[in-house]
Structures are given as C-alpha cells and as structure tokens.
C-alpha cells in the first residue's frame, strides 16, 4: 500500500509539473533534437574532414559533437525531471558536402542558434520561471557563439581557407576541451574556471579527434 501510494504522489507531482512548465517543455524538446541533429551532422562533417585528410579540421568538428551533445543530455536530463521523455530524432541522413562547404554550414547553423532559435526559446521559457531549464538553455546559447566565433576565425578574410590558410591549420598542434557542465568548447583551457558556467577547470574533457 505505501509503494503505492508514492507512486500515486510521485504521478501527480510529475502532472503538476507538467501542467505548470508547458512552454519550458515543448521549448526543451525543440532543443534537444536541434542539438542532437548539430550532434550527428558534426560528427559527419568530422569523418569527411579525416577522410579528405584535414586531421585538425576533423577535430574540431569533433568537439562541436561533444559539446552539441553535452546541451542535448542536460535538456533530457531535465524533461525527465520534469517527469517527460525526450522526443527522439526520426533517422534522416545528414547532409555531406566537402569540409569547405560544411564549414559553412556549420557557420550558418550557428548562426541560426544564436540570432533565431535560442532567442526564441528562451522567451517562451522566461515567463514559467523554471531556472535549471533557462539556466541551461543559456548555457547552450552561449556555446554557440564560440563555435561559431571559432569557425569564423578559421575561415575569415580569406575565400582560400583550401590553400595557406588548410596548411596552416593542418600544421598547427592543436587540443580541444569541452566542459562537462555546459558544453564550453576551448582550444586553450581557462586559467581557474570556465567563463560560461563558472566551474573549475576540473570539469574539463580533452577531445580526442577520430583515429
């Protein structure tokens, strides 16, 4: 009788919940599969990157993966908190085009993270006050804009980023780190916290590229 009457407890908390976080949900689900999809086009982009022998390139690619995939598993930790699953993604191919063109793809959908969707996102959130889901939609908006600031460096003033500027990268050493906490992506690490979520570097994961 007491099993089920905690479940019965725990039923009607995860139906208040629900019915007082509506917008915070569907906004939730929209990010998770939005950042599930970057997940799985980036980690394409990565494979042709190695496969055209841009090693570094492939990297990089790699670690927008992780982080894309880091914001997409704190959305769903929190719609199961809030007592729903996470819609996943129907199977669909991801574009491919050569690394020139989806490092402008990988621009463009940046830049629709930061000027569109997660503006948007966060104003159908805000009213409902529910401070983990706004605090780690924020999170994610934030990290795109250093991707997409660290994409633009790689491809900026040039139009020959397949000449010295492809030499130039495939010869520098480089290491990715992805915070755990809020998906930061760093090329070097910050000295004591992370600017974005404010937690000690221990937090940090180095990236490892595809062998």
């Known amino acids: 009788m007491a099993g ?21 949900i569907a906004a939730l ?7 599930m999809q970057a997940h799985f086009n980036y980690m394409a982009y990565a494979y042709k990157a190695k496969a055209e022998n841009y090693p570094n390139m492939s990297h990089l690619f790699v670690s927008f993966a992780a982080s894309e995939f ?14 729903v699953e996470a819609k996943e993604l129907p199977k669909s191919e991801v574009k491919v085009s050569s690394t020139k063109a989806n490092l402008k793809d990988g621009i463009d959908f940046e830049i629709a993270d930061i000027d569109q969707r997660y503006p948007q996102l966060l104003e159908r959130m805000k009213p409902e006050g ?11 908006w934030e990290t795109e804009k250093q991707h997409r600031d660290i994409l633009q460096k790689m491809q900026s003033g040039t ?9 130039r990268i495939e010869e520098t050493s480089l290491q990715y780190f992805v915070c755990l906490e809020c998906g930061s992506t760093y090329i070097e690490l910050p000295r004591s916290i ?9 937090q940090f994961k180095e990236v490892e590229g595809i062998k």
């Open 29 to 35: 689900q929209i990010g998770y599969r939005n950042e």
């Open 130 to 140: 529910h401070e983990a889901a706004i605090r780690f939609m924020t999170y994610a």
């Open 70 to 83: 880091i914001h997409a598993r704190n959305f769903k930790r929190i719609l199961f908190d809030l007592g």
């Open 159 to 167: 139009g020959i980023f397949f000449g010295q500027l492809a030499k």
């Open 4 to 24: 089920f009457f905690f479940i019965v407890l725990f039923t009607i908390s995860f139906a208040d919940a629900q019915s007082k976080y509506p917008e915070t």
């Open 194 to 202: 992370f600017p974005i979520c404010k937690v000690s570097i221990s």
